[in-house]
């Protein structure tokens, strides 16, 4: 068994109003340090695979099919294998 | 100038909706070897701070403040120092 640890984000010529948000609200509640806010998705998936090779294959495919939008997005991963 | 990685994840207590999702999506697409699936939020948080410690402590507290709830998720962070 192996855990992927998915870290997705926006492309850096991407927008991203959520962090401006965030950033806006941390300088109101007193964070004056705060240079840039960027939020993402993480996901942590646990899947069964014979080899680590096996399983970053899968992993980069199902991330590729469901959880991204490659226009906008980017991601990078942690692989590592688990007790099941 | 530091750079926080924050990882925020539902407690394990704590039901995950739209992991499920994601899951049951991911066998309809012929993931059939996926185990378990959580979804979180990811921030990248650029900061000004005097010393490693310095940024750590602002981290958490605006982690806190901010960007989880408390009752219901945790997280965890890397954080290094960055040029400008």
Redesign the interface.
Known sequence: ?YLG?V???YKPSVLDPQGTV?QN??GQ?G?A?????????????????DTKQDAAT?LE??TQ???INPNTETYRYDLEEVSA
């Open positions: 068994m640890k870290y997705v984000s965030i609200k941390l509640l964070f340090d705060v240079d840039s806010v960027k939020q993402g998705k993480y996901f942590e998936i646990k899947l069964k695979a899968q495919e199902l099919a469901l959880l």
